[in-house]
Nanobody
């Protein structure tokens, strides 16, 4: 399975961006799709994930500003980012995991496939 992310760019603080990530093929069974981000010099961190059922989970730092959604027919996950802040600047990675459960959904290791990353830069 290959994941192709798109939608990153440069935006001013307070602005919005929408990221998309399409999986190259349908995977068997239910799976979660999520977004992580990595800022320069920092570890990759959880942003949001959506389970096959549509249940969503967010990092506290983005709750209320970001919305994750998915279209199972298109094998695609989206991340709508509003009220962006300079501290949101990072490379954003989409991920797909078959074994994602409540206890591990924020862990990088829970996800089996990763996209190439798309850069989001928020200027102050």
């Amino acid at each position: 399975v290959q994941l192709q992310a798109s939608g990153g760019g440069l935006v001013q603080a307070g602005g919005s961006l929408r990221l998309s990530c399409a999986a190259s093929e349908r995977t068997g069974g239910s799976y979660a799709m999520g977004w992580f981000r990595q800022a320069p010099g920092k570890e990759r961190e959880f942003v949001a994930t959506v389970r096959y059922s549509g249940t969503t989970y967010y990092a506290d730092s983005v709750k209320g500003r970001f919305t994750i959604s998915r279209d199972n027919a298109k094998n695609t996950v989206y991340l709508q980012m509003n009220s962006l802040k300079p501290e949101d600047t990072a490379v954003y990675y989409c991920a797909l995991g078959r074994g994602v459960i409540m206890s591990n959904l924020r862990n990088v290791a829970a996800y089996d496939y990763w996209g190439q990353g798309t850069l989001v830069t928020v200027s102050s």
